[in-house]
Each structure stands twice: as structure tokens, then as C-alpha cells.
């Protein structure tokens, strides 16, 4: 039986590298973001609070856009639920891999944004670490990394001398690459075109405020649609790549 | 500037965390046991993610006027550039910085 300590320590190590790649990138987006929230008339407050309770970069940056509009709690969470919805299938993957954990899970799922997902999705761990040990780092690791990162942009923003007109594109090109590097993964770029044209109709039949609800169920609908000849062709892909 | 009282502030982050929290746990509360999921739940596993991301990108561009202004240029050069840099590179923070101060130049600068 291991002791508390020599579980976590090596835990700790082998987790870290991992992350390493995720400081980068969640310092930067983290700074962008606690800059957007400053010079959008926010004190640090918001996105260190925030950072912390919320822990999912793409939402944090809409919320911004609804804290800045009219009082609507109901659009904020169906909003949430949408852009978020994709998180529900995370937490179908980890079913087993978080189960056995104790306590721990609450914090690993309350935890499990894109990135962590990947990497404790992903991650080959050594057969000598714990798992729920390494699990816990990634995501603690993580968690600060954006924690930190937007307090300091939410700081430093007030510093800034330059003109940041232009900078809510941010937004903009962190989802275009998410969507083009789930396009290079896919063989089949079915669900990729329906989503980007059903959304563009929706937003040209309902507007700007009120097509992602119309938009999520057009999406919803096509692919349950699409069920039987998408599996097909799945299974040929996969038939073609094992011969 | 926001035009909410602290307390509706509270409300609409409160309101984000709890969906946020939905999406995460529901699955855990669902299937606690052994059950796998229902096949039709597996295939939107796999198949939603992709046009989810497409909603998000056209849902960022809701605000574009494509007929008057500057009818949606920045944006376009922008995210072609960013498909660019992207598919040459393959560094997704390069990509990001890359776009956004294209498109703070162009913003700026050109149009």
C-alpha cells in the first residue's frame, strides 16, 4: 500500500509535462481574456472569480458578451448548455476511467474542460503511477494555469497603452483552429458541413440573438437523420483501414 | 460597460456555472453503474463535436453585416489566414496571436 505522499509526488511528475504544452496556451488565452474583460469595463475580479467557478475558456468568453447585454439568467444557461453540450460526451468517455476514484471524481469532473479531457483521455500513464493521482494534477494543474492567467490579463489590462480595437477576434480564431483540427481528425466532414450550414441558415432565418437554439435542433435533427448512413460508412472506413 | 446591478451579474455567472456543471456531471448521474450508453448517445458522441464547433464559429460572426460596411472582409481574410497559418504551422497559439493581430491591423489600419 502506497502512502499518501510517495502516490502523489511521482503523480505530480509524470503529470507535468503533459500540462506544459496547456500553461502555454492557457496563459495566453487566460491573459487575452482577463485583458478583454478589463478594457470591456471589468475589474480583475471578474475573471479571476470567474476563472475559477467557471473553469471553460470558450463560455467565459460569451459570458462576457451577456454580462455586457440585458438581464436574461434564462438565455445564460440554455446558452451555456449548447456551447457546453459537447462536454456531456466527455463525460461518456470517462465513465470508466473515473470510476473507483472516491472523492476525487467531483473535483476531476467539475474540472474537465477541453484540454484536461484530451490529456487524461489520451495520456498513456505509466503502469507504476496512479491513475486518479495523475488525473488530479492534470486538472488542478490546469485549473491554475487559467486561474492565474486570466487574473493577471484582468490586471494588466488597465496597463495596456495600445489600442485594442479588434481584439474580441480572439474569440473568433480560437474557434475556427477547434473546428479545423476537428475537420483534420474527421474522415467524414458530414456533421462539420451541417453545423456551419444549418448555422448560417438559422442565423439568416431567426437573427443574431435568437438562432443557436433553432440551430442546435436543426443539428440534432439531421444527424439523427443521417444515423443509419454515417455508421455505414464508419464501419467501411474502419473495414478499409484493418485490410 | 455593463448595464446589470451586481446582483444580476451574480445571477447570469451563476446561471453559466450551473449549466457548465450540468453538461459535466449529468453524464456521471445518468450512468452510474456499469450500463453502457444507449448506442444512439455513443454516435452523437462522435458526431456532434464537429458541427458544434461549426455553430461556434458561425455563432461568433452573428454580428458580421456581410451587406453594408465593410460586408464581413476582415473577418474573411482573417479566418482564411488563420486556416493558413494553421494547416502551414500547426501551432494552434500562433494561429490565434497570427489572426487576431491581422485582424486588430486591418481593423485599425485599413478599414
Known sequence: MQTKRSKYLPALAAAFPYTLPIFAGFWFLGLTYGIYMNVSGFSFWYPMLMSLTIFAGSVEFVTVNLLMGSFNPLQALVMTLMINARHLFYGLSMLDKFKGLGAKRFYLIFGMCDETFSINYTAAIPKDIDRGAFMFWVTFLNHMYWFTGSTLGGLLGSLLTFDTEGLEFVMTAMFTVIFLEQWLKDRDHTSALLGLTLSALCLFAFGAESFIIPAMLAILAALTLLRRPLERKEAQDDFSDHN | ?111
Open chain 2, 1 to 111: 460597460m455593463t448595464s446589470l446591478t451586481i446582483t444580476e451579474q451574480i445571477i447570469t455567472v451563476a446561471m453559466v456555472v450551473l449549466g457548465t456543471m450540468i453538461t459535466r456531471f449529468l453524464p456521471f448521474l445518468i450512468f452510474p453503474t456499469d450500463k453502457t450508453p444507449p448506442r444512439y448517445v455513443q454516435y452523437l458522441g462522435r458526431f456532434l463535436p464537429a458541427a458544434v464547433f461549426g455553430l461556434l464559429v458561425v455563432y461568433c460572426l452573428r454580428n458580421v453585416n456581410f451587406l453594408a460596411g465593410s460586408h464581413g472582409l476582415p473577418e474573411l481574410i482573417c479566418i482564411a489566414f488563420v486556416v493558413l497559418l494553421h494547416l502551414w504551422k500547426r501551432q494552434m497559439l500562433l494561429s490565434i496571436a497570427g489572426g487576431t493581430v491581422l485582424y486588430m491591423l486591418l481593423l485599425q489600419l485599413v478599414f
